[in-house]
């Protein structure tokens, strides 16, 4: 089965291209070459898109700048004494020498011509896309295993890396996220259409029904979330007595 | 002395998490000699694609300190600092500036360096953590020798090998760290023949006993570092 075979199956939940890629012995090595595919074809096009963006540097400058204004604009909402109201009016006036910073952090020249930096730049982009989608798949593939086992999974790990290499298909839609009206819906497709194919994978290679494998993927990421929060509101409470405490 | 296409067989098995590779590694008359062999070669050959990539990064980078000097030119001119060095009068943005030039000048070869490094702190990492490893699996009723647990995690550094990317300057590595703990629970099951749980923990204790004794040194030295500028 080619890498494009696999790819398809995997877009389409084939039963038959995820029982086989748990039980080929070559199942890891054939998903990581469809993480390849993926990430160096959305690495390409973002890198590309990013290359445009960035060659004029008068047009970062003005990105960043936009930003800046942005966030005086939201503090002056909510500031409350004449104090905060004076340090925001000195930002304010700052505005021109801000951009002298980012002008010259953006063309200060280096050894190799900037053509050649540039170029750099958006390989190290192609190339890293890969790797990080490799990084985020393991994540969960790993996180997954560990709860599909204490839910009677029989699974191994190494036949859960390779179906999970799978999940990593639908992230081709990222290639369009460049447009920015479609960059949020088609990020939430590509995420929605990933954990439903890790779902079907984390079935298909620990023999539970789909109920159980949705919690196995879900369990853990859902735990941290809410462990997060609760450390970030007891972090928050902690925060406001000291304050109260010193004041 | 094994052929470089026979251990970079054996690298590529701790890569894509060939299980027959693992166990048949346990079962090999020189395992520990190959198992050094492969983490060796994988330094070497990672090193000089980071120490490549390190050069390349310099070159495509501005000098820090001209970027630096910049900074603080443009910075002095701005209102923000105007004012607060006339209602501050002792306020300067010099000994800031000065400090973040002499790091920057300290890290400025810190890259070349950890690449030229990168086999022997390969080395020792997979030496120390091997032991480690082996004391848990043993304790955990494993039954391979050091030689055996050392020659099968070994391989899990073909991990290593996502870090080849490194010779582009700029790219980032990521995935190598569990993808290579991953390969260390296959290892240390193949050598110990543990079941799945008990693999797991001896996989993970290692690490896990490195953070909290970080993270105990980290508070401790905090501690030390408040009580004496309080005292000062």
Redesign the interface.
């Known amino acids: 089965m080619t890498v494009i075979d696999t790819f398809n199956g995997a877009l389409i939940l084939n039963q038959r291209v995820f029982t086989e890629m748990r039980d080929a012995p070559d199942g890891v090595r054939r998903g990581f070459l469809l993480i390849l595919m993926v990430g160096l074809l959305v690495g390409a096009i973002q890198s590309a898109s990013e290359l445009i963006s960035v060659a004029n540097p008068e047009q970062v400058v003005n990105a960043f700048m936009t930003g800046y204004r942005q966030a005086i604009e939201q503090q002056r909402a909510t500031v409350t004494t004449p104090e905060q109201r004076e340090v925001l009016q000195w930002m304010e006036d700052s505005e021109e020498e801000i951009a002298n910073i980012v002008r010259a952090l953006v063309t200060e020249p280096a050894l190799l011509p900037r053509p050649v930096v540039l170029m750099f730049q958006a390989l190290a982009q192609t190339v890293s896309t890969p790797l990080s989608y490799l990084g985020g798949m393991l994540l969960a593939v790993c996180l997954t295993h560990l709860a599909a086992r204490q839910l009677g999974g029989q699974g191994g790990i190494r036949a859960m890396v390779a179906v999970g290499s799978l999940s990593v298909a639908p992230h081709v839609l990222d290639a369009l996220t460049f447009v920015p009206i479609l960059s949020l819906p088609l990020g939430l497709i590509s995420w929605g259409w990933g954990l439903i194919v890790l779902i079907t994978g984390t079935a298909v290679v620990h023999r539970l029904d789909s109920g159980k494998a949705t919690l196995a993927v879900l369990l853990y990421p859902s735990l941290l979330i809410v462990l997060g929060v609760l450390f970030s509101c007891i972090l928050i409470f902690l925060l406001i007595s000291l304050a109260a405490s010193l004041s | 002395m094994e052929s470089l296409s026979y251990l970079f067989r054996l690298s590529t098995a701790g890569l894509?998490?060939?299980?027959?590779t693992f166990r048949a590694q346990r079962d090999n008359p020189h395992v520990l000699r190959d198992g050094f062999l492969v983490v060796l070669l994988i330094g070497v050959i990672v090193g000089v694609a980071s120490f490549i990539g390190n050069l390349?990064t310099?070159?495509?980078?501005?000098?820090p300190i001209?970027?630096l000097t910049?900074?603080q030119r443009?910075?002095e001119?701005?209102?923000?600092v105007i004012?607060l060095k006339r209602q501050i009068p002792t306020f300067e943005l010099d000994p800031f500036f000065t400090q973040m030039a002499d790091a920057a000048r300290t890290l400025q070869w810190s890259g070349l360096i950890g690449a030229a490094a990168t086999p022997f702190v390969y080395l020792v990492g997979w030496l120390l953590y091997g032991v480690v490893a082996h004391l848990i699996a043993r304790s955990l009723g494993g039954d391979g020798d050091l030689a055996q647990t050392l020659g099968c995690t070994a391989l899990a550094s073909g991990a290593n090998l996502?870090a080849l990317?490194q010779i582009?300057?700029?790219?980032?590595?990521?995935?190598s760290t569990?993808?290579g703990l991953?390969g260390c629970?296959?290892g240390l099951r193949a050598a110990h023949n543990l079941p799945?749980?008990r693999a797991f923990w001896a996989a993970l204790l290692g690490p896990i006993l490195l953070i909290v004794v970080l993270l105990v040194f980290s508070c401790g030295l905090l501690a030390v570092l408040v009580a004496v500028a309080q005292r000062g």
């Open positions: 894509f998490l060939d299980t027959n390349l310099m070159l495509a980078t501005p000098d001209n970027l910049t900074v443009e910075l001119r701005t209102a923000l004012e996502l990317v582009i300057p700029f790219a980032q590595v990521s995935g569990l993808l991953i629970y296959l799945a749980w």
